[in-house]
């Protein structure tokens, strides 16, 4: 545990319940000054609500948050702001058509009725230079990279003077070398006395990064410890409570006939050409990996896949025959599935149950219907199968999705869209925010996909994800494929080195 003579903040006994759902109990632990604390755990562990309540965003049913060694009561981020509290959230909160130094001031204006931008610019060149943020501070949010636009959170935190800052997945579509920018810029702040509370699943980061490591487990805090005194396998049996399982090799047959092909997709619009002659195959029983930040064309490529775009050149096969002859529910009973890049837009709604999300897509299939109607039983009961086969929490058919965390929200999906018979899986981040216990599991059902005979294609910024299933890996860089190559012949650091220059500046 830290020691009490440096400690800033701590939670005691703090519990807090949605509803019937206990998402704390009785949490207590302490961050001491000018530390790198990271707090890890599996999904609905509680650690974004633990965090949002020193946050001021939630107020806890019962316990005691100590402030600077006194009781503190935070209703508000209003008043965790003035504390110097600040939170880079998951989903970054900014306006895309406002400038950087729009964002920054915004809801802090020096001045409700004039602005002196030339002071205001000036605090913040000094903030850049201090913290070596490469932002253009004229520059509209909407042309930043995923990177930039965390430095834009980050420095808003320090325009408001914040001591104490929150970080939730902060390097989640980042990639090698920005996490490694991001990396250098909080051990800079650490070393100017600031406080950082990491929220995390990857392991790699809070054992090169943290001081300090808070596990959470179901609510509770399950024991703090300095992260010298772990490694990464430590680490992850604290966290799921028991030995982690390794990826087994399931038999697989040799590679078969084409599920897939790409040829020549291109796509242009107004705004430029956003995809760029791609071509690719793949074959039943084997994963290809498409490596690339987000933005360089991956969500347009999904779309033409998935068969929602059609103002495109060039021609996709999906078992040899044109998926524009075919509806989507169609495409779906001749085995072709989809995990859509945002669960929230593209695959849930979060207003409805567990149940009735576990069917959308699919609710005009025999096994959950009755005659033309859909029976209720037969959707509970697979909507039951479903959570227990992928350990969905809290596994109540009833619930609204809105009640579950981002990660089993996302099991839910995945399970959804691979627990019927499958010939091609397209995945797009199918593990992001997901905890590792879960994420082994899904790989896991991957690898036994593959061996049943189904061709993948899973897009991800996770490199570790990539390399660990993939058969072939093509990395895409400003709409064009820059680069394909086999996962034995392959590096974390040359993926990254294509990701963000196309292989202008690789060796």
Not at 77 to 104: C, D, R, Y
Not at 162 to 175: G, N, R, S, W
Not at 296 to 316: F, H, K, P, T, W
Request: aromatic share 6%; charged share 25%; glycine share 8%.
């Amino acid at each position: 545990m830290p020691n009490n003579s440096q400690e800033l903040f701590s939670f005691n006994q703090i519990t807090k319940r949605f509803g019937s759902i206990v998402a704390n109990q009785e949490v207590t632990f302490a961050v001491e000054k000018g530390t790198i604390h990271g707090v890890v755990g599996e999904n609905g562990a509680g650690k974004s609500t633990i965090m949002k309540i020193l946050y001021g965003m939630y107020t806890p049913d019962s316990g005691t948050l100590r402030f600077k060694g006194e009781a503190k009561e935070i209703s508000d981020p209003e008043t965790a702001i003035s504390l110097g509290i600040g939170m880079v959230h998951q989903h970054f909160m900014l306006v895309p058509t406002l400038t950087v130094w729009e964002n920054i001031i915004l809801g802090k204006e020096p001045s409700l009725w004039t602005l002196n931008k030339k002071e205001i610019l000036g605090k913040l060149e000094e903030l850049k230079t201090s913290y070596d943020f490469q932002l253009d501070l004229e520059a509209k949010v909407e042309t930043l990279t995923v990177g930039q636009q965390q430095q834009v959170e980050i420095l808003k935190l320090l325009y408001r003077e914040a001591d104490i800052l929150i970080l939730d997945e902060p390097t989640a579509v980042l990639t090698p070398q920005e996490t490694d920018s991001l990396f250098e810029k909080l051990k800079k702040l650490k070393e100017d006395q600031k406080t950082i509370v990491v929220i995390t699943h990857k392991l790699k980061e809070i054992l090169s990064l943290t001081d300090f490591v808070t596990v959470m487990r179901q609510g509770k805090a399950i024991e703090t410890l300095p992260t010298q005194s772990l490694n990464e396998t430590t680490l992850a049996e604290k966290i799921i409570g028991r030995k982690r399982i390794p990826l087994s090799n399931v038999e697989t047959g040799a590679v078969q006939k084409p599920i897939l092909a790409a040829e020549n997709i291109s796509l242009s619009t107004q705004q430029g050409t956003l995809l760029d002659r791609i071509s690719f195959t793949i074959h039943r029983g084997e994963i290809v990996g498409l490596a690339g930040i987000e933005g360089n064309g991956q969500q347009e490529l999904i779309e033409i896949l998935a068969n929602v775009r059609r103002d495109y050149q060039g021609s996709v096969l999906f078992d040899s025959k044109d998926p524009m002859q075919f509806s989507t529910y169609d495409l779906r009973q001749q085995g072709f599935s989809l995990i859509p890049p945002d669960r929230h837009q593209e695959g849930v709604i979060l207003s409805f149950s567990l149940a009735e999300n576990s069917i959308l897509g699919h609710h005009r299939e025999k096994n959950v219907s009755k005659g033309p109607l859909l029976s209720e039983t037969k959707v509970d009961e697979l909507a039951a199968r479903l959570i227990h086969s992928f350990d969905v929490r809290p596994n109540d058919t009833q619930l609204p999705l809105s009640a579950l965390s981002g990660g089993n929200q996302q099991k839910l999906v995945v399970a959804r869209e691979t627990s019927r018979p499958v010939s091609f899986l397209l995945a797009a981040h199918p593990t992001r925010g997901i905890d590792i216990g879960a994420t082994d599991f899904i790989h896991q059902h991957f690898l036994q996909l593959k061996a049943n005979g189904a061709g993948i294609l899973l897009v991800s910024s996770e490199l570790d994800e990539i390399l660990k299933l993939s058969d072939r890996i093509l990395v895409i860089y400003q709409g064009a494929i820059v680069a394909e190559v086999e996962k034995e012949k392959a590096t974390e650091s040359q993926l990254g080195l294509w990701m963000t220059s196309g292989g202008k500046v690789c060796p």
